[in-house]
């Protein structure tokens, strides 16, 4: 191994061994960014090191951070996270809560599926994983429980749909993926929604098949005439989320605007449906406001130093290293996908959904293309890959969302017992995308027709 590929071998090991610290990911990989840089320099001026790294590569690491600053694609993020975390505050899942529970109570496993569908119609709307979580959970959980449903069903129930935001578009994790990838974010998002409304039909099976097999575990409620008022009421609170899935997805499918400037249409369709619900006034909009700029602050200051960090990286020979080590590996084509997927899964079990998509997805994405995989094809499987993080411990983060609201007596170890089922369905969903690749491809070819 030549000096320079250790150094990178070095330099990764260190981010994955200090990431367990505790220490902010941000201030992880932005110094490990200097301190290998200036190792760099260091050995190659006094030890003769044959590295590409030097004082001039600096101004480089310097000129694209400040690129991504600037990128237009970018400006969607803070949108999106504002429009997500406005309709979590407008009532509009309360409503739909409401109306579903009427329709499905009365079947078994019904109330799980109602949320399930409630779960699909935010993950169009808000894309925020944290935001959908809780809000499932004060609205799904207390009535599951009372109605008799397994504390580990029920809590498992809103983990697993909680994070389907993070998929269907319009998804933050999607936007990002596109920058790192030099993609367009609009063939990403279409070849997302066949995935996600795939995670979501196993789901709906999964809760249909429990409250069959096993009915004390998902009880049915009492019996509700199903009526036009019923129906009608149903059809009130799909309407505004429907309408701003359509304002902000329709835009970008039909090509009337980028997904930038759908990002604010989907904002001002949220103060909209927010001002028409009497839920917007100065104290809403302000705790909007700040939230959307500590996360959007969050996501930038984790891209700035994942930017510095995969250059000196890539700058070290490690993009190549990890290629080279990949196709020698003594397996076909599928086989190298299938080991990355892997890897990707369990390191999902360590590190955020953030530092995945910044640091694996760019080193392995040359592989991909050099095998012939269609890009948009591998993004999606990467990003159901990723969905899986969310739920397996010890870094969770939709588990400990749920832990944070849920009802006394809903312990942790009840809701790793609830996700458990619903990791097994993400990876069943991945293993049918994977031999199905159409699921993915099929619309953004539709859309070039």
């Known amino acids: ?56 590569y600096t101004s480089l690491v310097v000129d694209r951070s400040w690129n991504v600053m600037e990128n237009w694609v970018m400006v969607a993020l803070p949108m999106f996270i504002f429009m997500g975390l406005l309709l979590d505050r407008s009532g509009i899942a309360n409503q739909l809560m409401v109306s579903f529970s009427r329709l499905f109570g009365s079947v078994r496993g019904g109330l799980a599926i109602a949320v399930t569908l409630i779960g699909l119609l935010l993950a169009a709307t808000t894309g925020i994983i944290g935001a959908s979580v809780v809000l499932l959970a004060l609205l799904g959980l207390p009535v599951m429980l009372k109605q008799g449903y397994d504390k580990a069903l029920a809590s498992g129930t809103v983990c ?134 500590r996360t959007t602050a969050f996501i930038f200051g984790v891209l700035l130093g994942a930017t510095a960090f995969a250059l000196v990286l890539r700058g070290l020979g490690g993009d190549e290293l990890i290629e080279r080590a990949l196709l020698n590996l003594p397996f076909s084509p599928a086989g190298i996908i299938i080991t990355i997927l892997f890897a990707t899964f369990l390191l999902g079990f360590f590190l955020d959904w953030i530092e995945l998509t910044l640091i694996i997805l760019p080193l392995v994405s040359p592989v991909v293309v050099n095998l012939g995989f269609d890009p948009v094809w591998f993004t999606v499987l990467f990003a159901v890959c990723l969905q899986t993080s969310f739920l397996t411990p010890p870094v969770g983060f939709a588990i400990f969302y749920l832990k944070g609201v849920a009802p006394p007596g809903v312990e942790v170890r009840t809701i790793y017992r609830g996700v458990a089922p619903f990791i097994v369905l993400q990876l069943v969903g991945l293993v049918i995308i994977f031999n199905w690749d159409a699921l993915v491809t099929w619309l953004p070819a539709q859309a070039y027709r």
């Open 1 to 56: 191994m030549a000096p320079n590929e250790a150094l990178a071998l070095l330099m990764f090991a260190s981010f994955i061994g200090l990431v367990f610290t505790g220490f902010p990911v941000a201030w992880i990989l932005g110094g490990l960014a200097v301190l290998f840089t200036a190792l760099a320099i260091v050995l190659n001026l006094d030890f003769n090191f044959p590295f590409a790294i030097d004082w001039s």
């Open 160 to 293: 697993a749909v909680g994070t389907l935001g993070i998929l269907i578009p319009p998804s933050i994790m999607l936007v990002l993926m596109a920058d790192r990838m030099a993609m367009s974010v609009g063939d990403l998002f279409l070849g997302a929604v066949f995935p996600g409304a795939l995670l979501g039909g196993l789901y709906v099976a999964y809760l249909l098949g429990v409250g069959l097999l096993k009915p004390e575990s998902a009880p049915a409620g009492e019996r509700e005439p199903v009526n036009w008022t019923t129906v009608r009421d149903l059809f009130v609170a799909i309407l505004p989320p429907a309408f701003l899935i359509l304002a902000v997805l329709g835009s970008i499918f039909l090509g009337l605007a980028t997904p930038t400037e759908a990002a604010g249409v989907g904002a001002a369709g949220a103060l909209l449906l927010a001002a028409l619900k009497r839920r917007l006034d100065g104290a809403v909009l302000r705790e909007v406001l700040h939230e959307t700029t």
